[in-house]
């Protein structure tokens, strides 16, 4: 199994409605991420948690929201999609130091 | 602002052959790391090779190897022997400060898509 886990790997919705992409790890880490990456623009951070009382904007968080469950769960929502936000997504976790350990991504499209 | 660039988007190799991939960085921070990260057609991030700043000495991971030069804020990833499943798009990563103690950003470079050919 992995250690970080997405759900769904795919979805298809329309426009305006409210999607929520779901992350959970079994590696023990306090730190996760949720990450956009479109072709040409590589990874863009949308929002990070660093403990379950610690919520921070990354550089995109416009028309996204964040919940920390749990140390082991950080879901991302959509309350009204857009078309614009047609993405590949990545939850992400780490450890104060090192690398990041990515989910297998979530392919949203929005029609 | 620290910036991550790859200024490849596309690459070619012949199967067995040897590839460079680019990557150039700015920060005026002295402690850091930087990364390499492979992505395959089933889209997973997979960490290929990783540097810290403070190492002289060039990581090495089996056919992959860095050359970082810190004073040129360069980091490339050398593939040797390529192979069919060598192809991916390759993402330079970097992590440093970002601003309160123990925290840390990671930015990405916008990739290279590298093709293996048979």
């Known amino acids: 199994d992995a250690d970080v886990t997405q759900t769904p790997r795919n979805r298809i919705t329309k426009t305006g409605k409210r999607i929520m992409l779901e992350c959970s790890q079994t590696?023990?880490?306090?730190?996760m991420y949720w990450y956009r990456q479109d072709p040409g623009l590589g990874l863009r951070l949308i929002y990070y948690?660093?403990?379950?009382?610690?919520?921070n904007k990354g550089e995109i968080s416009d028309g996204y929201s964040v919940s920390r469950q749990a140390q082991a769960k950080f879901s991302l929502s959509l309350e009204s999609a857009i078309p614009n936000q047609t993405a590949l997504y990545f939850c992400?976790?780490?450890?104060?130091?090192?690398?990041?350990?990515f989910g297998e991504g979530s392919r949203l499209t929005v029609l | 602002a620290q910036t991550v660039t790859q200024s490849q988007p596309e690459m070619s190799v012949q199967e067995a052959e040897t590839v460079t991939l680019s990557c150039t960085y700015d920060?005026?921070?002295?402690?850091?790391?930087l990364f390499w990260y492979k992505q395959p057609p089933s889209r997973q991030m997979i960490l290929v090779i990783r540097?810290?700043?403070?190492?002289?000495q060039n990581a090495t991971e089996n056919r992959f190897s860095v050359n970082f030069q810190k004073a040129a804020k360069s980091f490339s990833l050398k593939i040797s022997d390529s192979q069919l499943g060598d192809a991916a798009m390759y993402f330079c990563?970097?992590?440093?400060?970002?601003?309160?103690?123990?925290?840390?950003?990671?930015?990405f470079g916008t990739g290279t898509r590298l093709k293996v050919l048979a």
């Open positions: 992400a976790t780490s450890e104060h130091t090192g690398e990041l350990f």
């Open positions: 540097q810290e700043a403070y190492k002289q």
């Open positions: 948690s660093f403990d379950v009382k610690d919520i």
């Open positions: 590696k023990g880490h306090d730190r």
């Open positions: 920060t005026s921070e002295s402690d850091y790391y």
């Open positions: 990563a970097y992590r440093g400060p970002s601003g309160g103690p123990g925290t840390y950003k990671y930015i």
